[in-house]
């Protein structure tokens, strides 16, 4: 199905040449030609069956005795096709909240998820007769496709190369809405937003992960604090040995790093410990 332009003509025209055809009518009926003013009666009891209004942004599917014949899409008072069976379409941006879902990421982690879907029809032929009901196909189809990219990705890389539903929102709501506009082009629908509202691991698994998310936090400080702490020790013994300040063999150099690195490295104060000197 395709949409197409329904005929239509000012719907005022038409009551006119209704209301003419009308007082015409009865004029014959009056004057002893019944057979003509009956006629005209009945065409125009006939057309005042193809009048109807359009609001602003909705569209109207006009059949014919189970034949699409087209949509009227312009706001106001026409008059199209007699003997016609209309349904209407909202052509208006709609916004559709998915519940949240509990899905498996590509690790087989238990994650909770919910999307917010901006829409519009774009056709109303597809949107009437090519699915049973719109607004339950969007639904179902958007809770389809969020399980299904869910799947694709993980909760969170930790460190590693690649997209993760945490760290990628932006890419995997990009990834949404360009699946969910494939699904939904069947039913004449548009898709202008996908994101993401709702995200975080299911409940069984939440403190398991968040120990997880905790450790890898305070492994990459460590990692930091110690490619800091031997760049500190090797400028400090470079320093020592430019200026020379002190002569140092490689045992000493060995005990000064160390000691420097413990300082520095270990998450308590340092306890200083003065040497005073040797009794020989």
Known sequence: MLETKAWRINGFLGILVILVLGALGVMLVTSGSEPAGVALLVVAVVLSSGI????????KAITF????????????????????????????????????????????????????????????????????????????????????VTTKYPYDI???????????????????????????????????????????????????MLQRQQASAILAARQIIVEGAVGMAKMAIENLQRDHVVELDEERKVAMINNLLVAIVSDRSAQPVINTGSLY
Request: net charge negative.
């Open 52 to 59: 109807i209004v359009v609001q602003p942004n909705d569209a």
């Open 65 to 148: 005795f189970g034949r699409y014949i087209g949509s009227v899409r312009d706001s106001g008072f026409w008059l199209t096709v007699p003997l016609n069976n209309r349904k209407k379409a909202t052509l208006r941006v709609r916004n559709f909240d998915s519940k949240t879902l509990k899905v498996n990421d590509v690790h087989g982690n238990p994650v909770e998820i919910a999307a917010v879907v901006v829409f519009r029809v774009v056709d109303s032929a597809k949107a009437l007769f090519d699915v049973e009901d719109y607004m339950k196909f969007v639904e179902i189809q958007s809770e389809t496709a969020l399980r299904h």
């Open 158 to 208: 930790f460190g590693e190369e690649g997209h993760s539903l945490r760290g990628n929102p932006d890419e995997v709501a990009q990834e949404l809405a360009r699946e969910l506009q494939e699904r939904l082009a069947v039913a004449g629908v548009e898709v202008i937003e996908a994101r993401l509202t709702h995200l975080a691991y299911a409940t069984e698994i939440a403190h398991a």
